[in-house]
């Protein structure tokens, strides 16, 4: 037996694979099979549910009322609203995170490289304080008596200027902000690998050639630090996506994304059956997303490989 | 158009030290170097010889003193406005574009017109024998055709002056011998000046018209590699170049260049010859190479002629290389096979009694140097 585990290379690796594939099998496969078997199913009163074969929880979704025909008056956009908006703060939290991470990487990148641990430490230094804690600072920041209102009604102060608090807490923009802020370390250490990959002859080269320092950036650093830009936009936009934490911390009940929809479905609501179904349109949206853009741009393997 | 391609008129580069101290790695160097030369820097490494390269190119600007690049002067010019081109010993190539992209991409900084770019890239590339490469990753490339790929695409620009940063280092051998012979061509054939830094003596000797020994960010000798070699000006040049015998005595006469050295680990007076003024008295270094001493059975005719007795002898083919003690020194000579013989006597033995000639003409008298 174990005279031929020693020489068996296949039997090494069934075995070494095993433990990784029964929690796949257990804990991913057949629980989203499940999902997928109740997503077609009709909830009871009390919570549980009937199995049977309706599309209805995926028809309400798109905004279609069950039983009421397609006349217009029976369009209801209320959870298409709120597919969209999960997109579009997605890609916007994504588009912006990028912005920001980028000139702090490519800082960081050309830093001396003693320096360039004690910055890479203090991105990583906000990670070891819990999630949540960190969404409810935010809160302390944003709120009509917050941090932010404090300081900027101290310079309106100070000016002699009229200063009413803003309202900043349960909007769309604060959810914005507090999810740009929980991902931008995910965007910055992929970004950061790439750039710091890059040889400094390649700047003095493009320089040499001709290049000014825009044309060098367009030409050479860009195209070369796309695959850290690719990585840690997988990185960012698939939490992002499902997320529900920052939006019910900072949009209350005014910003409610997909990833609020089916907690609430499941928790509050108590209709497992039209929580699946959100759950699944969630992953077939996230799915597409990111196979079109991986298309387009890779996987960012380049960042693993070399 | 200036009689110079390069200048660098008493250039200073300072850089600070880690421990907060300030070090000249360039040390007051003046370089005229002339249009449509082979011009090589030659130096080990922190010698100022790439720090040098890098101000002509603009990547550094000198703390003192000026660059002047076809009589103007470049003051603090970036590097894209300066009519010069360099080949980094790296490649610096860029890896997300393919060879003929590479080549391309210094014309299309200068905004040329699409079908004169792919007429002259495809040009450059023939020079450098990489036709039909155009579509390859440089990943795709050897080291050789890599460093062919860096070569076109600075020469493609036509600069004035080509600027070779250790182009060679990283290929083996051989290839490097091969495209010594390449580079020496292609300059003869563009008419570009090519200023090249190595740390390799026999490359600089190889290629060069004109050879900079450099080192603590000074520029000790320029000159034809003949005169490098045959008339090095100070003991420095002479060790750093090919391998000499160093002597040390004291000047006993003087008639115009021929000299008189009391050597005393010798117990003997030696004739030589001097290129530079030398007073009676003074504390001098004779140099003479390893090929230029004659050994023989009999003692010769000749002044410079010593007793010795070889300790070491070692058979490489072409030459024999012996070491013979004479005196409290151990010389270095290599002996030539000119005669095609097993018979081990035709070789130099351990233990072997002989005397050593050191030929007045072949002795050079350099100033003292300490350590």
């Given at each position: 037996m174990f005279q031929r585990l020693r020489e068996d290379k296949a039997l090494q690796g069934t075995l070494l694979i095993l433990p990784t594939l029964a929690v796949m099998v257990g804990l991913l496969i057949i629980p989203l099979g499940l999902t997928l078997i109740i997503s077609f199913g009709q909830r009871t009163a009390d919570g549980g549910v009937i199995y049977t074969f309706t599309l209805d929880n995926y028809l309400r979704l798109v905004g279609i009322t069950p039983g009421c025909g397609f006349k217009s008056e029976c369009f209801d956009p209320l959870y298409a609203n709120i597919l969209w908006r999960s997109l579009t703060l997605a890609l916007q939290t994504t588009a912006l995170v990028i912005l920001l991470a980028y000139p702090l990487s490519y800082f960081i990148a050309r830093a001396p490289l003693k320096r360039r641990n004690t910055f890479l430490f203090m991105v990583l230094v906000p990670l070891w304080t819990n999630f949540v804690i960190r969404v409810y600072a935010w809160m302390m920041i944003l709120r009509t008596q917050g941090v932010l209102n404090g300081i900027l009604g101290w310079l309106a102060n100070l000016l002699g200027l009229p200063f009413v608090p803003l309202e900043m807490l349960y909007t769309p923009s604060a959810v914005l902000v507090g999810m740009v802020y929980e991902f931008l370390p995910f965007m910055i250490l992929p970004i950061y690998t790439s750039l710091e990959k890059i040889d400094p002859a390649l700047y003095e080269a493009a320089a040499d050639l001709g290049a000014n320092a825009a044309r060098t950036f367009l030409r050479v650093t860009l195209p070369l630090s796309m695959p850290g830009i690719v990585a840690g936009t997988i990185l960012v936009f698939i939490p992002v996506m499902g997320t529900f934490i920052v939006s019910d911390i900072l949009g209350g009940r005014q910003v409610i994304l997909i990833g609020n929809l089916i907690q609430r479905q499941f928790l509050d609501a108590r209709d497992p059956t039209f929580g699946s179904a959100a759950s699944l349109i969630l992953m077939v949206m996230t799915l597409i997303v990111t196979y079109f853009y991986t298309r387009k741009f890779g996987f960012g393997e380049e960042i693993v490989a070399v | 158009m200036s009689e110079f391609a390069v200048e660098l008129r008493d250039v200073v580069k300072?850089?600070?030290?880690?421990?907060?101290?300030?070090?000249?790695?360039?040390?007051?160097?003046?370089?005229?170097?002339?249009?449509?030369?082979?011009?090589?820097?030659?130096?080990?490494?922190?010698?100022?010889?790439?720090?040098?390269?890098?101000?002509?190119?603009?990547?550094?600007?000198?703390?003192?003193?000026?660059?002047?690049?076809?009589?103007?002067?470049?003051?603090?010019?970036?590097?894209?406005?300066?009519?010069?081109?360099?080949?980094?010993?790296?490649?610096?190539?860029?890896?997300?574009?393919?060879?003929?992209?590479?080549?391309?991409?210094?014309?299309?900084?200068?905004?040329?017109?699409?079908?004169?770019?792919?007429?002259?890239?495809?040009e450059a590339l023939a020079m450098v024998k990489l036709n039909g490469m155009e579509k390859r990753s440089p990943r795709q490339l050897s080291g050789g055709q890599q460093q062919r790929v860096a070569l076109a695409r600075a020469l493609v620009k036509r600069p004035k002056v080509l600027l070779l940063d250790e182009p060679l280092g990283a290929l083996d051998l051989k290839l490097r011998k091969e495209m010594q012979l390449e580079l020496k061509a292609l300059q003869q054939e563009v008419g570009i000046t090519f200023v090249f830094v190595t740390h390799d003596q026999e490359e600089a000797l190889t290629m060069s018209d004109r050879i900079a020994v450099m080192s603590r960010g000074k520029v000790l000798q320029i000159g034809a590699p003949v005169e490098i070699y045959e008339r090095p000006n100070c003991k420095f040049v002479a060790d750093f170049i090919g391998e000499t015998n160093i002597l040390t005595g004291q000047v006993r006469s003087v008639d115009g260049t021929h000299l008189k050295v009391y050597v005393p680990d010798l117990e003997a007076e030696v004739s030589a010859v001097a290129e530079s003024q030398f007073q009676p008295g003074q504390p001098v270094h004779l140099s003479i190479r390893p090929e230029k001493i004659r050994l023989a059975e009999e003692r010769s005719l000749n002044e410079n002629c010593f007793a010795g007795n070889v300790i070491q002898s070692a058979y490489i083919g072409s030459d024999t290389r012996v070491k013979v003690k004479v005196g409290k020194i151990v010389l270095k000579v290599w002996e030539q096979n000119h005669i095609s013989t097993l018979d081990p006597d035709a070789y130099f033995q351990q233990n072997e009694q002989t005397w050593a000639t050191l030929f007045p003409e072949n002795t050079l008298v350099l100033p003292f140097e300490e350590g």
């Open positions: - | 300072t850089f600070a030290t880690p421990e907060g101290g300030k070090l000249n790695a360039v040390d007051h160097v003046d370089m005229h170097i002339r249009q449509g030369e082979f011009f090589s820097m030659l130096g080990s490494s922190g010698c100022g010889k790439t720090t040098s390269l890098r101000m002509i190119a603009g990547f550094e600007w000198p703390t003192e003193g000026e660059v002047f690049i076809d009589g103007q002067p470049q003051g603090r010019k970036p590097p894209f406005q300066r009519p010069v081109n360099t080949v980094f010993q790296s490649y610096a190539l860029f890896q997300h574009m393919t060879v003929a992209q590479n080549v391309a991409f210094g014309l299309e900084m200068d905004k040329v017109d699409v079908n004169e770019i792919n007429r002259r890239v495809s």
